[in-house]
């Protein structure tokens, strides 16, 4: 097998290495995922306004192909919150309530999805998640929470869903309220007690799976179905035929663009999911690998008769905390739940409705970290505001546009801190040859006749005029006569053309009004730029070597005499 194939499956290499004893590891893993997916899965799928066998299905082939393309060794991939409401505002409307053909158009979307991620691959756009701070998943995850939580409200109370947005469905939980089903309202908050106090003292756990066995025996053997508790009913038994979905006409087109957003957001949440658990595992997963594993994901889904799939955290970390070793934990995974398709159908038809609609909540639950918004309320200011932004944006805009108006609104502030950057006025520090900013260190001490500045960024084309600004500006109000000013480039990882042509102009300003200007630490790239514009000719050589010390002791000899100290 050639380096090509190795690379492009990555499954060769690693399985080569894999050692019998994880083997034990994997099964127990793989099971008990397999007990969490089946009813989270099923959860999520009636969350997205499709069948609850269809989030089977997606778990089932994704987490197949997955194993053969991907990088991450503990990924649990299938449908997760986030995917399902985003297919859930685009698919309801476009089946027009057709619960088969939300099916295929859901099953399209996935197999769109697969092509967008094969293209991302050849391209290279494994970048793409770079615009995506962790500030921003922070917002959106909590913002998604909401709006996940807002469609399951109803079926707390037994009530007819209704309303659109977050804010329709909360005004349409208040006024009907008279209508609350006071069994299901119990029945769905002692489940979700229990479900929390599970999660606290019994991790890593199958505690879902435990809270669904509950409630089916609640509900098949005692009085409670009589009392308004709707039920999943019947699934279908087996394994679901393989297809291919395909729309045509305007269908296509919303399709490509929901497609887009799933793979956004897919990607993201998938490549976060799988850094965070690799990060305390202690290894690495390819970033541009992960987009052709994601792709063979969704397309597994897709001929399956699944939905766009993801690399979930809640799940993945339920895999960790199992055990697993490897990827094969996936592969036990896929066997549990096509063996559950073919034997435990006829025990899931007494589910609940109101069950799944707590696993989701409960998921979800995890979402909103108001510990790390208040770390950032005291931090940073700014980027607190971004998260709440974002959390708006994504309640009251949609998920996609929630995450790229906070994105954007990020870029900006960063333009905005590129265009006014810092001008830090250096001083020596006492007992040594070292110089660093005097507003911070107000011990500093000045030299006489000489000004030290340091602009804390980049000279661009749009911050050449606020720099300018603030270096006249001290040098108007320096105190005494200025014979020097040093400019310290070392924050300076780039200078473009105007910025070099900038500094060369600031130079024939200063030599009038007789200052000497100098430059130092300036990058090589940046010396590139500077003496490709004619800098050297005005000052002399730019070299890396030359420091502040080593300016100041050529000025003083030049200038001696002068009163410079």
Known sequence: MNLQHLQLLPVISWLSRYEKSYLKWDLIAGTTLAFLVIPTSMAYATLAGLPPETGIYSSLFAG????????????????TSAMSILIATSIGAMAGGDPAKAVILASATALTMAGIFLLAYIIRLSSLTNFISDTILLGFKAGTALVIASTQLSKFFGIKDGGEGFTGKILHLFTHLDETNYVVLVFGITALLILLSGNKYLKGKPVALIVVILAILMVSF????????????????????????????QEMSDILFLALACFFLSYIETVSSARTIAREKGYEVDSRQELLALGAANLGSAIGGGYAVAGGLSQT???????????????????????????????LQNLPQVILAVIVVDAVIGLINVREMKHLYK?????????????????????????????????????KRSAT????????????????????????????????????????????????????????????????????????????????RFLVQMEEDLEKKGIVFR??????????????????????????????????????QKYEGSGVS
């Open 222 to 249: 005692t009085g409670l179905g009589n009392k308004g508790i709707d039920v999943i009913g019947e699934i279908p038994r087996g394994l679901p035929a393989l297809t291919w979905p395909i729309s045509t006409g």
């Open 64 to 79: 197949l192909l997955y194993f053969l393309f991907g990088t991450s060794r503990h990924l649990a991939i299938g449908p």
């Open 519 to 556: 430059i130092v630490d300036a990058l090589g790239r940046v010396r590139d730029i500077l003496r490709a514009e004619g800098m050297e000719k005005e000052i002399g050589h730019i070299s890396r070597r030359n420091t502040i010390n080593e300016l100041l002791e050529e000025f003083l």
């Open 317 to 347: 970390t339920i895999n960790v905390k199992s055990g697993a070793r490897s990827l094969v934990a996936m592969i036990i995974t896929s066997i549990v739940l096509g063996f559950s398709l073919y034997f435990m159908t006829g025990l």
């Open 421 to 500: 950057p810092y001008m830090a006025v250096l001083g020596k520090i006492p007992g040594t040859s070292l110089f660093s900013d005097m507003f911070r260190h107000p011990d500093n001490e000045p030299v006489e006749g000489v000004l030290i500045l340091r602009p804390e960024s980049s000279i661009l084309y749009f911050n050449i005029n606020h720099i300018r600004d603030k270096i006249f500006e001290q040098v108007n109000h320096f105190p005494g006569s200025l014979k020097l000013l040093i400019l310290d480039l070392s924050s300076a990882n780039y200078v473009d053309i105007s910025g070099a």
């Open 379 to 415: 931090v940073s200011r700014s980027e607190f505001w971004i998260t709440m932004l974002t959390i708006l944006a994504v309640i009251y805009v949609g998920v996609l546009k929630g995450i790229i108006i906070a994105a954007l609104f990020s870029i900006l502030i960063l333009l």
